[in-house]
Nanobody
């Protein structure tokens, strides 16, 4: 499975960005992770594509919204009310095993897209 991320960039605090993750084929689990300089990678949000069940990290809940376009194999992360602490490299990840769970069990990873909030 190949993943292509897009939509990163710069925003001011309180602004919005939408990230997209296009997968080359359908996957049971797709998620967004992020890693800021000097910090460990953390899960942001994940979706089970067959049931559309979504999980959010506490830092994302209420500000970020995960959605999917099943026909196009695209998962979107709408990020609103951005904060400077959201600044990080954001990675899309996917897994094709039926038993995959969030925030673990992701086999495939994208190259990342930078989000900078000032």
């Amino acid at each position: 499975v190949q993943l292509v991320e897009s939509g990163g960039g710069s925003a001011q605090a309180g602004g919005s960005l939408r990230l997209s993750c296009a997968t080359s084929e359908s996957a049971y689990c797709v998620a967004w992770f992020r890693q800021a300089p000097g910090k460990e990678r953390e899960g942001v949000a994940g979706i089970r594509t067959d049931s559309a069940a979504i999980d959010y990290a506490d830092s994302a809940r209420g500000r970020f919204t995960l959605s999917q376009d099943v026909a196009k194999n695209i998962v979107y992360l709408q990020m609103d009310n951005l904060k400077p602490e959201d600044t990080a490299m954001y990675y899309c990840a996917a897994d094709s095993t039926a038993s995959c769970t969030w925030p673990s069990d992701y086999t495939y990873w994208g190259q990342g897209t930078q989000v900078t909030v000032s």
